[in-house]
């Protein structure tokens, strides 16, 4: 498959991230083989000196060696190498060798050097950032050492810097790419468990989930807060962050639906956000129909809408299309950072929960920080929940705030 061949072109990594079952080991027992083999089983190859860097011993062995798709499967019997265990080798008749290293030691990469380098789910590696660097400076043989990545993503700041380098290239693949390899009831079972999920976006898609430094959501958070049941709710509201422009390159207008139990005291109550509604391009009328429709299939029982751009004008524009909506026009007195710290502060205690299906949403969340909006355009998704939540639970709580009595 495409994803699973060498880019062309004059790159020191070649980072191949893909979803879980991609291909991924495959692609580096493949691209070890080809640059150690030569034409005929006793001529050399491109490459002599090989490091094969998994999280631990046994993994290397057991994986990128010893698997269904390591390198041993993959190699046909005239030029199948010798496996020494007690030297943690892999020796070609060629006289070329691969070497086994764990990431949890990475001093033993010290003395070494190679001319090549295949490194497994580097993502996961407790010292990443350690090991990387003595592999690097252990790379220095031949005239074009290379190494390749192959790695589900994981936001960790040695698979983003890595990413960001010129002399890195970047094969992409989701579970799919490979399901011709992979048992049916496997993909029948992720994808009912995990599509539309930010967990499935990593594990399935092979989409790298960047969380802004200091975000006032994570992708940790925002996994825990998944459910797959919502109990009956005492209120519903959809929430629209008005979009004052039409056309493609508009910004998008917010809308979200999110609903609450508020039996008891506030301590107790649990909000659920339902549904990501969010349209973009469509002008007034088309965002107003929008958040109506929602209503009507949500059955939610008020329209919240921040009224900053549009004043007066926004529920002139939702009342064209219904004169009799629930309807509250909110201002924006505070910036979204103000605003979303004490939505960010329910997650943390564990009150909001998220339905499957708001990836987008999700996305734009774990780019908020105290700072700012961190991705680029306006956080529309965002600012709409941050309404939606705070009618809901905010709100509703400062009356039972209990009064302070100042003591003379």
Same mark, same amino acid.
Request: charged share 25%; hydrophobic share 40%.
């Given at each position: 498959? +495409? @994803? ?19 291909? /991924? ?5 493949? =691209? ?28 290397? *062995? ?21 496996? /020494?265990?007690?030297?943690?080798? %892999? ?5 070329? !060798? ?27 590696? /407790? ?16 005239? /074009? ?41 496997? %993909? ?15 594990? %399935? ?7 802004? !430094? ?11 807060? @998944? ?74 029982? *008020? ?27 909110? @201002? ?7 605003? $979303?710290?004490?939505? $960010? ?16 949403? +999700? ?23 941050? =309404?939606?939540?705070? !009618? ?17």
């Amino acid at each position: 498959m +495409e @994803h699973q061949l060498p880019p062309d072109g004059d790159w020191r990594a070649w980072v191949i991230m893909g979803g879980r079952g991609a291909g /991924k080991t495959r692609a580096g027992a493949e =691209w070890v083989r080809s640059q150690v083999e030569g034409a005929r089983p006793l001529d050399p190859g491109r490459k002599r000196r090989v490091a094969l860097v998994g999280e631990t011993y046994d993994q290397v *062995r057991e994986v990128m060696i010893k698997g269904d798709s390591g390198i041993l499967a993959c190699s046909p019997p005239d030029r199948m190498p010798q496996w /020494k265990a007690s030297e943690r080798k %892999l020796i070609w008749d060629n006289g070329a !060798e691969a070497q086994v290293f764990s990431a949890s030691e990475p001093e033993a990469l010290r003395g070494p050097q190679f001319d090549a380098a295949w490194v497994d789910e580097l993502a996961k590696w /407790k010292k990443a950032q350690d090991t990387w660097d003595m592999l690097q400076f252990a790379l220095r043989l031949g005239e /074009k050492p290379q190494v390749c990545v192959t790695t589900t993503p994981r936001n960790v700041n040695i698979l983003k810097a890595l990413l960001k380098s010129p002399s890195t290239v970047l094969t992409h693949a989701p579970t799919e790419a490979n399901k011709a390899n992979l048992a049916a009831s496997f %993909l029948e079972e992720v994808r009912s468990r995990y599509s539309g999920t930010r967990l499935g976006r990593q594990e %399935l898609d092979g989409v790298l989930l960047a969380d802004a !430094e200091g975000a006032l959501w994570t992708t940790e958070m925002l996994q825990k807060a @998944h459910v797959e049941i919502v109990p009956e709710l005492d209120r519903i509201v959809v929430a629209v962050d008005p979009s004052v422009s039409s056309g493609s390159g508009s910004d998008e207008c917010g809308i979200v639906v999110a609903g609450a139990r508020t039996q008891g005291p506030p301590r107790d109550w649990r909000a659920y956000v339902l549904a990501d509604c969010t349209v973009q391009g469509v002008g007034p009328t088309g965002w107003a129909n929008a958040a109506i429709a929602a209503m009507d299939v949500h059955g939610a029982e *008020r329209l919240v809408a921040e009224v900053n751009q549009g004043g007066q004008l926004v529920e002139e524009v939702i009342r064209q299309v219904d004169p009799l909506v629930a309807y509250k026009g909110v @201002h924006a007195a505070r910036g979204k950072s103000a605003r $979303a710290e004490p939505v $960010a502060a329910l997650y943390e205690q564990g009150r909001v929960r998220h339905v499957r299906g708001l990836t987008a949403l +999700e996305e734009q969340m774990c780019l908020m920080t105290p700072r700012g909006f961190e991705g680029q355009g306006s956080p529309d998704r965002m600012d709409a929940l941050v =309404w939606a939540l705070h !009618e809901l639970m905010i709100a509703p709580a400062a009356q039972y705030r209990v009064p302070r009595i100042r003591v003379l």
